[in-house]
Nanobody, 128 residues
Framework: QVQLVESGGGLVQAGGSLKLSCAAS????????MGWFRQAPGKEREFVAA?????????????RYADSVKGRFTISRDSAKRTVYLQMNSLKSEDTAVYYC????????????????WGQGTQVTVSS
């Protein structure tokens, strides 16, 4: 079993930055591909970013992003700290949502249903 705990959300003005963290426990962190998803009020959950599990293969540590955040958000992982991060820059009001961290055994994917483990979420509010 894996436990995921997000932190770092808050209120920020448009154009500002926030860095979300997701701490993992319970399973070898390096074997998990990690993703960030978000859900705004009245909207469906959507994919934000993902990073592949660590390893020596060509895919190890590779990343992918939703078009809406590409160039503004950066996902990264620190295996020693068992933590995945989401650096969010140039924030817009439309980035306002609850952000969820997710993990899965296997390669990353955009599909939320494919993730096995989820955190409780952290609220990000961007004021215009």
């Amino acid at each position: 079993q894996v436990q995921l705990v997000e932190s770092g959300g808050g209120l920020v003005q448009a154009g500002g930055s926030l860095k979300l963290s997701c701490a993992a426990s319970g399973r070898t962190f390096s074997s998990l591909s990690m993703g960030w998803f978000r859900q705004a009020p009245g909207k469906e959950r959507e994919f934000v970013a993902a990073i592949n599990r660590s390893g020596g293969s060509w895919s190890g540590g590779s990343t992918r992003y939703a078009d809406s955040v590409k160039g503004r958000f950066t996902i990264s992982r620190d295996s020693a700290k068992r933590t995945v991060y989401l650096q969010m820059n140039s924030l817009k009001s439309e980035d306002t949502a609850v952000y969820y961290c997710a993990g899965r055994v296997g390669l990353y994917t955009d599909y939320g249903w494919a993730y096995d483990y989820w955190g409780q979420g952290t609220q990000v509010t961007v004021s215009s």
